[in-house]
Protein backbone atom coordinates (compact mmCIF):
# COMPACT_ATOMS: atom_id res chain seq x y z
CA UNK A 1 0.00 0.00 0.00
CA UNK A 2 0.74 3.71 -0.01
CA UNK A 3 3.41 4.91 2.31
CA UNK A 4 4.56 8.12 3.14
CA UNK A 5 7.82 9.03 5.18
CA UNK A 6 8.95 11.95 7.13
CA UNK A 7 12.01 12.75 9.62
CA UNK A 8 10.48 13.06 13.03
CA UNK A 9 12.00 16.55 14.78
CA UNK A 10 13.81 19.39 12.75
CA UNK A 11 15.32 22.35 14.90
CA UNK A 12 16.66 25.64 13.61
CA UNK A 13 17.42 28.99 15.06
CA UNK A 14 15.27 31.82 14.20
CA UNK A 15 16.18 33.25 11.06
CA UNK A 16 17.05 30.17 9.68
CA UNK A 17 16.08 28.22 6.94
CA UNK A 18 14.32 25.05 7.77
CA UNK A 19 13.88 21.99 5.04
CA UNK A 20 11.40 19.25 5.99
CA UNK A 21 11.59 16.14 4.02
CA UNK A 22 9.42 13.90 2.62
CA UNK A 23 9.51 10.32 0.67
CA UNK A 24 6.66 8.51 -0.51
CA UNK A 25 6.13 5.46 -2.42
CA UNK A 26 2.88 5.79 -4.72
CA UNK A 27 4.27 6.57 -8.14
CA UNK A 28 0.79 7.46 -8.88
CA UNK A 29 0.38 10.00 -6.95
CA UNK A 30 -1.31 13.17 -8.26
CA UNK A 31 -1.49 15.79 -5.30
CA UNK A 32 0.98 16.10 -2.77
CA UNK A 33 0.75 18.51 0.18
CA UNK A 34 1.95 19.85 3.13
CA UNK A 35 0.06 20.40 6.05
CA UNK A 36 0.85 22.66 9.27
CA UNK A 37 -0.45 21.55 13.16
CA UNK A 38 0.09 23.70 15.80
CA UNK A 39 -0.44 22.55 18.99
CA UNK A 40 -4.06 21.34 20.09
CA UNK A 41 -5.52 22.95 16.75
CA UNK A 42 -6.60 21.63 13.54
CA UNK A 43 -4.62 20.81 10.17
CA UNK A 44 -4.26 24.20 7.83
CA UNK A 45 -3.01 23.29 4.16
CA UNK A 46 -0.01 25.41 3.38
CA UNK A 47 0.74 24.62 -0.01
CA UNK A 48 -0.04 21.78 -2.37
CA UNK A 49 2.33 20.71 -5.79
CA UNK A 50 0.64 18.67 -8.72
CA UNK A 51 2.73 16.09 -9.27
CA UNK A 52 3.85 16.86 -13.07
CA UNK A 53 5.70 20.19 -10.84
CA UNK A 54 9.15 20.56 -9.95
CA UNK A 55 8.72 23.60 -7.79
CA UNK A 56 6.48 26.16 -6.50
CA UNK A 57 6.75 28.76 -4.26
CA UNK A 58 4.53 31.01 -2.39
CA UNK A 59 6.08 33.86 -0.29
CA UNK A 60 8.59 32.31 2.46
CA UNK A 61 7.65 28.81 1.63
CA UNK A 62 9.41 26.80 -1.43
CA UNK A 63 8.06 22.81 -2.15
CA UNK A 64 10.97 20.94 -4.14
CA UNK A 65 9.24 17.68 -5.75
CA UNK A 66 11.63 15.21 -7.47
CA UNK A 67 9.09 12.41 -8.60
CA UNK A 68 11.73 10.41 -10.23
CA UNK A 69 13.26 9.82 -6.21
CA UNK A 70 9.77 10.29 -5.00
CA UNK A 71 10.78 13.33 -2.72
CA UNK A 72 9.03 16.21 -1.59
CA UNK A 73 10.79 18.81 0.17
CA UNK A 74 9.09 21.86 2.25
CA UNK A 75 11.69 24.95 2.19
CA UNK A 76 10.69 27.88 4.91
CA UNK A 77 12.93 30.60 4.60
CA UNK A 78 14.01 33.20 7.14
CA UNK A 79 12.24 30.76 9.87
CA UNK A 80 10.21 32.79 12.58
CA UNK A 81 9.12 31.01 16.06
CA UNK A 82 5.83 31.15 14.92
CA UNK A 83 6.62 28.66 12.69
CA UNK A 84 7.08 26.14 15.67
CA UNK A 85 4.73 23.40 14.55
CA UNK A 86 4.01 20.05 13.31
CA UNK A 87 4.32 19.62 9.63
CA UNK A 88 2.58 16.52 7.66
CA UNK A 89 3.43 15.65 4.48
CA UNK A 90 0.40 13.94 2.32
CA UNK A 91 -0.34 12.57 -1.18
CA UNK A 92 -3.34 11.35 -2.64
CA UNK A 93 -4.33 9.94 -6.32
CA UNK A 94 -6.87 11.44 -8.43
CA UNK A 95 -10.64 10.70 -6.79
CA UNK A 96 -8.75 9.17 -3.73
CA UNK A 97 -8.16 10.00 -0.47
CA UNK A 98 -5.18 11.67 1.26
CA UNK A 99 -2.38 9.36 2.76
CA UNK A 100 -0.21 11.25 5.50
CA UNK A 101 2.98 11.34 6.72
CA UNK A 102 3.41 11.04 10.83
CA UNK A 103 4.78 14.46 10.61
CA UNK A 104 7.64 16.19 11.38
CA UNK A 105 8.10 18.44 14.54
CA UNK A 106 10.07 21.99 13.62
CA UNK A 107 11.11 23.58 16.76
CA UNK A 108 11.87 27.13 16.16
CA UNK A 109 14.66 28.63 18.45
CA UNK A 110 15.43 32.05 18.91
CA UNK B 1 -15.42 33.43 7.74
CA UNK B 2 -15.32 29.50 9.68
CA UNK B 3 -15.98 27.16 7.09
CA UNK B 4 -15.14 23.65 8.77
CA UNK B 5 -17.02 23.66 12.28
CA UNK B 6 -16.37 21.21 15.18
CA UNK B 7 -18.33 21.33 18.54
CA UNK B 8 -17.45 21.17 20.83
CA UNK B 9 -13.47 21.30 20.73
CA UNK B 10 -13.39 19.41 23.73
CA UNK B 11 -15.44 16.51 25.01
CA UNK B 12 -15.57 14.66 27.79
CA UNK B 13 -17.01 11.09 28.35
CA UNK B 14 -17.55 8.01 30.57
CA UNK B 15 -16.35 4.59 29.57
CA UNK B 16 -18.93 3.00 27.63
CA UNK B 17 -21.12 6.33 27.51
CA UNK B 18 -21.79 7.00 23.74
CA UNK B 19 -21.05 9.81 23.06
CA UNK B 20 -21.62 12.16 19.56
CA UNK B 21 -19.30 14.66 17.62
CA UNK B 22 -20.52 17.04 14.87
CA UNK B 23 -18.98 18.78 12.31
CA UNK B 24 -20.67 21.52 9.95
CA UNK B 25 -19.19 23.00 6.53
CA UNK B 26 -20.20 26.27 4.92
CA UNK B 27 -18.25 25.05 1.55
CA UNK B 28 -20.52 23.17 -0.16
CA UNK B 29 -18.74 20.82 -0.43
CA UNK B 30 -19.77 17.42 -1.88
CA UNK B 31 -16.95 15.47 0.80
CA UNK B 32 -16.85 14.92 4.32
CA UNK B 33 -14.13 13.16 6.01
CA UNK B 34 -13.57 12.08 9.88
CA UNK B 35 -10.11 11.29 11.15
CA UNK B 36 -9.04 10.11 14.84
CA UNK B 37 -5.14 11.42 15.94
CA UNK B 38 -3.93 9.92 18.44
CA UNK B 39 -0.85 11.95 20.43
CA UNK B 40 2.22 12.00 18.02
CA UNK B 41 0.64 10.08 15.12
CA UNK B 42 -0.82 10.92 11.57
CA UNK B 43 -4.38 11.64 11.41
CA UNK B 44 -6.11 8.35 10.24
CA UNK B 45 -8.97 8.18 8.23
CA UNK B 46 -12.18 6.42 9.75
CA UNK B 47 -14.81 7.05 7.13
CA UNK B 48 -15.67 9.89 4.51
CA UNK B 49 -19.01 10.81 2.41
CA UNK B 50 -19.23 11.55 -0.89
CA UNK B 51 -22.45 13.38 -1.07
CA UNK B 52 -24.39 10.54 0.90
CA UNK B 53 -22.28 7.55 -0.34
CA UNK B 54 -20.63 6.28 3.00
CA UNK B 55 -16.95 4.94 2.74
CA UNK B 56 -15.75 3.18 5.82
CA UNK B 57 -12.33 2.39 6.02
CA UNK B 58 -11.57 -1.33 6.54
CA UNK B 59 -9.96 -1.41 9.47
CA UNK B 60 -12.43 1.05 11.19
CA UNK B 61 -14.23 -0.64 14.09
CA UNK B 62 -17.33 -1.13 14.33
CA UNK B 63 -17.93 1.13 17.43
CA UNK B 64 -17.59 3.75 15.24
CA UNK B 65 -20.54 5.04 13.13
CA UNK B 66 -21.31 8.10 11.24
CA UNK B 67 -24.55 10.31 9.64
CA UNK B 68 -24.83 12.86 7.09
CA UNK B 69 -28.56 14.30 7.30
CA UNK B 70 -27.28 16.88 4.85
CA UNK B 71 -24.47 18.29 2.92
CA UNK B 72 -23.39 20.95 5.66
CA UNK B 73 -23.47 18.84 8.64
CA UNK B 74 -21.44 15.23 9.18
CA UNK B 75 -21.41 13.34 12.81
CA UNK B 76 -19.59 11.18 14.36
CA UNK B 77 -21.23 8.51 17.34
CA UNK B 78 -19.09 6.09 19.62
CA UNK B 79 -21.26 3.49 20.79
CA UNK B 80 -19.14 2.79 23.54
CA UNK B 81 -16.01 4.90 24.04
CA UNK B 82 -13.17 3.20 25.39
CA UNK B 83 -10.02 4.40 26.93
CA UNK B 84 -8.01 3.55 23.54
CA UNK B 85 -10.54 6.11 21.49
CA UNK B 86 -9.30 8.97 23.43
CA UNK B 87 -7.68 11.02 20.89
CA UNK B 88 -8.47 13.97 18.33
CA UNK B 89 -11.15 13.82 16.22
CA UNK B 90 -10.54 15.70 12.85
CA UNK B 91 -12.99 17.07 10.63
CA UNK B 92 -12.19 17.37 6.93
CA UNK B 93 -14.05 18.56 3.65
CA UNK B 94 -13.35 18.95 0.22
CA UNK B 95 -14.57 19.62 -3.32
CA UNK B 96 -14.26 15.64 -4.51
CA UNK B 97 -12.50 13.41 -3.95
CA UNK B 98 -8.53 14.02 -3.97
CA UNK B 99 -8.97 17.26 -4.02
CA UNK B 100 -7.55 19.97 -1.45
CA UNK B 101 -9.34 18.84 2.21
CA UNK B 102 -9.89 21.41 4.60
CA UNK B 103 -10.13 20.56 8.38
CA UNK B 104 -11.95 21.63 11.47
CA UNK B 105 -10.03 22.74 14.49
CA UNK B 106 -10.72 19.19 16.35
CA UNK B 107 -12.43 17.75 19.04
CA UNK B 108 -10.32 16.46 21.81
CA UNK B 109 -12.14 13.76 23.22
CA UNK B 110 -11.13 12.28 27.12
CA UNK B 111 -12.45 9.15 28.27
CA UNK B 112 -12.73 8.03 32.11
Known amino acids: GEDVEQSLFLSVREGDSSVINCTYT??????LYWYKQEPGAGLQLLTY?????DMKQDQRLTVLLNKKDKHLSLRIADTQTGDSAIYFCAESRLYSTLTFGKGTMLLVSP | DAMVIQNPRYQVTQFGKPVTLSCSQTLNHNVMYWYQQKSSQAPKLLFHYYDKDFNNEADTPDNFQSRRPNTSFCFLDIRSPGLGDAAMYLCATSRGQGDEQFFGPGTRLTVL
Open chain 1, 49 to 53: IFSNM
Open chain 1, 26 to 31: DSSSTY
